[in-house]
C-alpha cells in the first residue's frame, strides 16, 4: 500500500457511491482488501504505508493501537455494507496485506473475515489470502487461520542470502520461509506463495538462482518475483546516495528476470502475469486479477485504495485518524476520483498487457494500433494471439513492457 496519496475530489461523509457506480455491478466480481499498518521493525526499501511501534507513539494514543485495530476495520466493513446497499453479491477474494498482518492474533484476522462473511457472505470457493512474515507465525497461528477461513497464504522470503536479506533489513533467517511452507500445508493450506524480490544491491546471480531454487524447493504453488525498486525517502535510498552501496542496473533486471523464467519454468511454474508464476491454474492469485481486470473491490484500512464502478478513492493514511474518523460514524476517505470512459480504457490496457492473456487490439487506437504493429515486428508481441485480436507479450515483450503498455496507450 503505497505511503504516497493523490488528492482528488472529497468523498462524502457517509462514504456514498454515484449511482452509475452501481450499476451492473452483479455482473462484475467484488472482493475485499484488508490493510494491516503495522511492522515489527521498518525494512530498509519498505515506502509502503506501514507503522512500527515506536512510530506510533504519541501520535494517535489508544486509536492507533494494533489491539483495537480488528474492531476498527470491522466498522469499514460495516460501513461498505451501508454503502453498497442492496448489492447482492458475494465477495469473491479477500486479501489481508500490510505491514504484517501476522502481528495480529489470529482470532483478528479470522474476527475481520468474519464480518466480511456476515455482512456479504462469501462465494463458494472464494479466495481467502493473507501475508504473513516467517518470523511472526508458527504451526498454532496458522493452523488457526486455516480454521478460521482462510485458505491461502504469502509469505515474504525475498532471499535465501542472508547478506542480501540483511541489505534489504529482513529480520528473518534463511530457511525460515521454507519451513513455513511445509507448516502451511500441514496446516491445510490449500495455496502457499512465496515473494522473491531480485535485484539487491550486492546480489549476484547465484545468489538469485540459489533464491529460486530454494523456493521452488519448499513446494509452494506460486512464486511472485520482483524487481526491487529504490523508493526515495527510504533507508535503502539513503545508503545508496551516500556511497555505501551500489544501484543495481536495469541490465541486471533483465538477466534475473530471464534467469526466473528459465529456472521456474523448467520447475513446472507457468507465467500468468509479468511479476507472477503459478504451478497450476488453480495456483494463480485471483485477488490480484481483480486489480489487474479493474473488478471492484472494497480497500479497507489507513491509506487503503477502493475502486467499484469506474469510482476509485482512497482512505487517510494514520491509523489514528483512520480510526477517529469511523468513530465518528465518517468515513475514513481521504479523496476520490471518478474515471472518465478514457481512464478506463488506457487503464486496462496497462494493465492488462501484464497478463497472459493480454489485451484485445480493439481497445487500441490508431496510433496505439501502429505501435502495436511495430511491436510485434520487433518480437514484443505474439504472433499467433496477434492474428485473432490480442496483443500479448513475448518473453522479450515483458522485459520491455512498461515500454510497451506506453506505446499502445496513444
Excluded at 485471483?286 to 478513492?313: C, I, K, Q
Aim: net charge negative.
Amino acid at each position: 500500500m503505497p505511503s504516497a496519496l493523490p488528492d482528488g475530489e472529497p468523498v462524502p461523509a457517509d462514504g456514498a457511491l454515484p449511482a452509475a457506480a452501481l450499476a451492473g455491478a452483479a455482473e462484475r466480481p467484488l472482493g475485499f482488501y484488508l490493510h494491516v499498518p503495522y511492522c515489527a521493525t521498518r525494512c530498509g526499501y519498505c515506502d509502503f504505508n506501514t507503522y512500527t511501534a515506536t512510530e506510533l507513539r504519541g501520535t494517535g494514543g489508544v486509536l492507533a493501537s494494533r489491539d483495537n485495530y480488528a474492531k476498527t476495520l470491522v466498522e469499514e466493513i460495516r460501513l461498505a455494507r451501508k454503502v453498497l446497499g442492496d448489492d447482492s453479491r458475494r465477495v469473491r477474494t479477500v486479501f489481508v496485506g500490510g505491514g504484517t498482518p501476522t502481528l495480529l492474533a489470529a482470532a483478528d484476522l479470522v474476527r475481520m473475515l468474519d464480518a466480511i462473511r456476515e455482512e456479504f457472505g462469501l462465494a463458494e470457493g472464494a479466495e481467502i489470502t493473507t501475508e504473513g512474515n516467517p518470523e511472526s507465525v508458527d504451526p498454532a497461528y496458522l493452523t488457526a487461520l486455516r480454521d478460521g477461513g482462510f485458505n491461502r497464504i504469502s509469505f515474504g522470503m525475498q532471499s535465501a542470502r542472508q547478506h542480501v536479506l540483511k541489505t534489504l533489513d529482513r529480520t528473518h533467517t534463511p530457511g525460515r520461509p521454507e519451513t513455513c511452507v511445509a507448516e502451511a500445508r500441514e496446516a491445510g493450506f490449500d495455496h502457499v506463495n512465496l515473494d522473491l524480490i531480485y535485484g539487491t544491491p550486492g546480489e549476484s546471480d547465484d545468489d538469485w538462482r540459489a533464491s529460486l531454487e530454494a523456493a521452488i524447493g519448499a513446494g509452494p504453488d506460486h512464486v511472485s518475483a520482483y524487481a526491487l525498486i529504490v523508493e526515495e525517502g527510504t533507508r535503502l535510498a539513503r545508503r545508496i546516495r551516500r556511497g555505501e552501496i551500489p544501484m543495481t542496473d536495469d541490465d541486471v533486471h533483465a538477466d534475473r528476470y530471464l534467469i526466473a523464467e528459465e529456472t521456474l519454468t523448467a520447475a513446472g511454474f507457468d507465467w500468468y502475469e509479468v511479476s507472477n508464476w503459478a504451478a497450476a491454474e488453480s495456483g494463480r492469485c485471483l485477488h490480484n486479477e481483480l486489480y489487474w481486470r479493474g473488478a471492484d473491490w472494497w480497500g479497507a484500512g489507513p491509506g487503503a485504495h477502493s475502486h467499484v464502478g469506474g469510482v476509485r478513492w482512497w482512505n487517510v493514511k494514520h491509523p489514528g485518524a483512520y480510526a477517529a474518523a469511523l468513530a465518528s460514524g465518517r468515513s475514513p476517505g481521504a479523496g476520490r476520483e471518478v474515471l472518465s470512459a478514457e481512464d478506463r480504457r488506457v487503464e486496462r490496457i496497462l494493465l492488462e498487457l501484464r497478463l497472459r492473456e493480454g489485451v484485445p487490439l480493439s481497445l487500441l487506437r490508431e496510433q496505439g494500433l501502429a505501435a502495436a504493429r511495430r511491436a510485434l515486428a520487433d518480437g514484443l508481441l505474439d504472433d499467433g494471439p496477434f492474428a485473432v485480436g490480442r496483443a500479448v507479450l513475448t518473453l522479450r515483450g515483458r522485459l520491455l513492457a512498461d515500454a510497451v503498455v506506453r506505446d499502445l496507450v496513444d
